[in-house]
């Protein structure tokens, strides 16, 4: 799952039963991915030419700025 934000809805992103959830945040110039490990999500945030690493796609080529860019 992939979600743009928008500055008045952060903070009240519900997410569940996903394995990787990356949130997209144009203010921030800035690419946060939430991965569900052993029953806890762990944040990763990507900025700039940061390669980004997923799990669900391991051979996904991208950085957080050719994602921002659209």
Do not use: C, H
Request: glycine content about 6%; overall charge negative; aromatic content about 16%.
């Amino acid at each position: 799952m992939i979600s743009y934000t928008k500055p008045e809805i952060i903070g009240r992103i519900f997410i569940q039963n996903w394995y990787e959830y990356w949130i997209v945040d144009p203010i921030q110039e800035q690419v946060t991915v939430l991965e569900w490990i052993e029953g806890f999500y762990e944040e990763k945030v990507y900025v700039g030419d940061n390669a980004i690493a997923s799990l669900v796609f391991a051979d996904l080529k991208l950085t957080a700025a050719q994602v921002l860019q659209g």
